[in-house]
């Protein structure tokens, strides 16, 4: 007879994976998962950052992004969210999903996952300049959004992570390590691209 897993073992696997469906925990209040400034820190060291370029935190959450980019000198001129959590710089009560106006500069953040798939098209409709996304490198699979989004306006850059990033659960650090793997996902609207690259980011 073949093999049986147990229902627990795929419960294990489909967790560690990061497929949040099968997850034993339930997904943050409004899916927040506060990201590590390293994030930032990596893509400064690898000069991929705009110092001539405002830039938009469009889900800014409890600041961590933003403060990061302000600290080594770059000019976040927007830090928007839907929800308090409690930054004091922030401007709650925008939807960044509702918004149409262009920003002329960068739009950076880490987006809701259960709204990616809206979010990465809009984000780069909006930003006049370079748009990062930080997602799960999951994000680059399924058929529906390679046709919806890769395959129309694909990314210059994705950016893995060599040392995985953590995501703090409500902006808790109560992870020792993270099971997910995250890139950045960044897209320039100054230049025309067919080819996206990738730069590991150690």
């Excluded at 060599?162 to 659960?169: E, L």
Aim: proline share 5%.
């Amino acid at each position: 007879m073949p093999h049986q897993l147990k229902r627990s073992n795929i419960n294990n696997t489909f967790t560690t994976m990061g497929a949040s469906t099968h997850s034993k925990r339930e997904r943050t209040t409004n899916d927040y998962y506060a990201t590590s400034p390293q994030a930032i820190t990596l893509l400064h060291k690898h000069h991929l950052l705009d110092k001539n370029t405002p830039y938009w935190e469009c889900a800014v959450g409890g600041g961590n992004l933003s403060k990061e980019l302000k600290r080594l000198g770059y000019d976040v001129e927007l830090e928007t969210d839907l929800y308090d959590y409690g930054y004091p710089e922030a401007t709650t009560g925008i939807d960044f999903l509702k918004c149409k106006e262009k920003f002329r500069g960068n739009i950076i953040t880490n987006p809701p996952y259960n709204q990616i798939n809206n979010w990465i098209p809009h984000q780069n409709q909006l930003a006049t300049h370079k748009s990062y996304i930080f997602a799960r490198i999951q994000v680059i699979e399924t058929i529906k959004r390679y046709e919806n989004i890769f395959k129309k306006d694909p990314p210059i850059l994705i950016c893995p992570f060599v040392k995985r990033i953590k995501c703090y659960p409500n902006n808790k650090d109560t992870i020792k390590y993270s099971a997910i793997c995250y890139a950045w996902f960044i897209w320039d609207n100054q230049v025309d691209n067919n080819e996206t690259i990738v730069k590991w980011l150690i």
